[in-house]
C-alpha cells in the first residue's frame, strides 16, 4: 500500500525508494509536523521487504535549510514546548540512526543546520560541487550535534565544524565536505540523484544480509545511538538550566 503524505513524497525504484522532502515554500525546512512524516515514512519502508535502500532527496535546489527557525527560536526564548521540541527531535535522529537498509543523503544547493545534521546520520552522502554545509542555528543559541561529525572528521575538525559554520563565510563547501570525507559521492548538479541511485543499485547488489551486518557493525562500532542519548540528554539538561525551565 502507497502512503501519501504532505510535506514528502514518496516513490519507489525498483529496491530502491526515494523520500523527497517537500516544503518548497520553506525551502524544506524541517518542522515538528515534516519530520513526523518522515520517521512515519522509514517505519514504514523498514517493514517493506521489496525496498532494499532508501534515498533522502531534498531536490533540485536545496536540500533543506535545516529545522524550521521559527518553532527552534520559540523553543530557545522559552516560548514553545521545550519538552516536546527535544522529544521530537531525538526521536527523528534515533529513527534515522536506528534505520536498519542503506540510507543515503543526496545533495543540491545546501544543507543546513538540522539538514546538515541529517545529511550526517544516513549511511552516506552525495552533493553536487557548489553545495553548502554549515550551522547557522548556532548564532541564535540553538546546539549542532557534534558526535556524528567526529566519528568522520576526528575530535578537533568536528569541533571547528559545529562551532565555526555559523555564516555564509565559513560554510563548508561541497568540495571541502569531499576532501573531509564527509561527501561519498561529488558530481554535478544534475547527477545527484541518479548517482546516489546508481550507488544503492550497485551496494543492494551484494546479499542483503551482508548489507545489514555491516551497516550493524557500523554502528556497534561508533555505538552511535548510545552516544546520541548521552549527547542529547547532555543539552536537554544545559539548555533547561539555561531557559529556566
Not at 523527497?20 to 512515519?40: C, G, H, T, W
Not at 519502508?45 to 534515498?55: D, S
Not at 549542532?144 to 568536528?158: E, I, N, Q, W
Not at 559521492?185 to 547488489?205: R, S
Request: net charge neutral; charged share 25%; hydrophobic share 40%.
Amino acid at each position: 500500500m502507497e502512503k501519501e503524505y504532505k510535506f514528502v513524497n514518496v516513490e519507489k525504484k525498483g529496491k530502491i525508494s526515494i523520500i523527497q522532502l517537500n516544503r518548497p515554500e520553506k525551502k524544506n525546512a524541517l518542522s515538528e509536523a515534516m519530520r513526523a512524516e518522515i520517521i512515519d515514512a522509514l517505519n514504514f519502508l523498514k517493514e517493506e521487504k521489496r525496498i532494499k535502500a532508501v534515498i533522502i532527496y531534498g531536490g533540485k535546489e536545496y536540500f533543506s535549510a535545516g529545522f524550521d527557525r521559527d518553532e527552534v527560536q520559540a523553543v530557545v526564548q522559552g516560548k514553545g514546548d521545550y519538552q516536546g521540541f527535544i522529544e521530537s527531535n531525538h526521536l527523528f535522529h534515533k529513527t534515522i540512526f536506528e534505520f536498519p537498509k542503506l540510507l543515503i543523503a543526496a545533495i543540491n544547493g545546501y544543507a543546513l543546520a538540522g539538514a546538515f545534521d541529517l545529511a550526517i546520520i544516513c549511511h552516506l552522502r552525495v552533493a553536487s560541487k557548489g553545495s553548502l554545509f554549515g550551522h547557522p542555528e548556532i548564532r541564535f543559541g540553538a546546539c549542532p550535534l557534534f558526535f556524528p561529525y567526529m566519528t568522520l572528521v576526528g575530535r578537533g575538525k568536528a569541533l571547528e565544524i559545529t562551532l565555526n559554520t555559523g555564516t555564509r563565510e565559513t560554510f563548508l563547501t561541497a568540495e571541502d565536505a569531499y576532501r573531509l570525507n564527509i561527501i561519498n559521492k561529488l558530481v554535478e548538479k544534475g547527477e545527484v540523484l541518479n548517482e546516489a541511485i546508481n550507488l544503492a543499485k550497485q551496494i543492494t547488489q551484494s546479499p542483503e544480509y551482508v548489507v545489514k551486518q555491516l551497516l550493524q557493525v557500523n554502528n556497534i562500532f561508533f555505538d552511535q545511538v548510545k552516544t546520541f542519548d548521552s549527547e542529547i540528554d547532555s543539552i536537554l539538561k544545559s539548555m533547561t538550566r539555561i531557559l529556566g525551565l
